[in-house]
């Protein structure tokens, strides 16, 4: 099976403007999390979906969003670009809350 | 609140055993182990449920107290391939913590030849 990907890979962006990350399951994987990863937070929870539905979210200011398809493909958008939005974008996706989460490679998102 | 985990450094040399802690303050329904290499994602290698089911990789074991939420990831034999981070991820228990994780620090660990 082919593993979760995203894309793109690296992305610069400045202060300001918006993004938006793609993120494609496991075959057969309905919920979808994405997480932030920084040296100095570490790997921290955004928001998880399935069915199309927000389950989770986490802490982090509106300006963060996502959305999930009927295909279980999930987007994130960050608008109004900030400098500490600067980060690894990970999503992971699983079969069921009993079996673990498969990340993908991530988005390496550079704000300037 | 984040898991806490410990040590958070190890250095072995090939060969050795280690054992990497993850302490929670919450009622947990699920630990994830993953380990992380450098510019890499993060990998699954085990998921221990409450009530004592896990399902990882067969060369990974790992434990869990339900009683102490506490989960212990045992490594051994070590190889240089087992070099990176290490995080456990928890899910809190009460039903609406759908694929939420949170995170501890992480625990480096490096083997040597």
């Known amino acids: 099976k082919a593993g979760v990907t995203q894309t793109p890979r690296y992305l610069i962006k400045t202060r300001g403007q918006q993004v938006t990350l793609s993120c494609s399951p496991i075959?057969?994987?309905?919920?979808v999390s994405w997480y932030q990863q920084t040296p100095g937070q570490g790997l921290q929870f955004l928001f998880e979906?399935?069915?199309?539905?927000?389950?989770n979210k986490g802490n982090f200011p509106g300006r963060f969003s996502g959305r999930q398809f009927s295909n279980s493909r999930s987007e994130m958008n960050v608008s109004t670009l900030e400098l500490g939005d600067s980060a690894l974008y990970l999503c992971?996706?699983?079969?069921?809350?009993?079996?673990?989460?498969?990340f993908g490679p991530g988005t390496r998102l550079t704000v300037t | 609140q984040q898991p806490v985990q410990s040590p958070q450094a190890v250095i072995l040399r090939e060969g050795e055993d280690a054992v990497i802690n993850c302490s929670s303050s919450?009622?947990?329904?699920?630990v994830h182990w993953y380990r992380q290499k450098h510019g890499e994602a993060p990998v699954f290698l085990m998921i221990?449920?409450?009530?004592?089911e896990q399902k990882g990789h067969e060369k990974i074991s790992a434990s869990f107290n339900e009683k102490k939420q506490q989960s212990s990831l045992y490594l051994t034999a070590s190889q240089l391939s087992y070099s990176g981070t290490y995080f456990c991820?928890?899910?809190?228990?009460?039903?609406?913590?759908?694929?939420?994780?949170?995170f501890g620090q992480g625990t480096i660990l490096t083997v040597h030849p």
């Open positions: 991820g928890t899910e809190v228990a009460g039903g609406t913590s759908y694929g939420k994780l949170t």
């Open positions: 075959s057969g994987h309905r919920s």
């Open positions: 221990l449920l409450k009530g004592g």
């Open positions: 979906y399935f069915s199309e539905t927000q389950r």
């Open positions: 992971a996706s699983s079969l069921s809350q009993r079996t673990g989460q498969y």
């Open positions: 919450k009622a947990l329904y699920s």
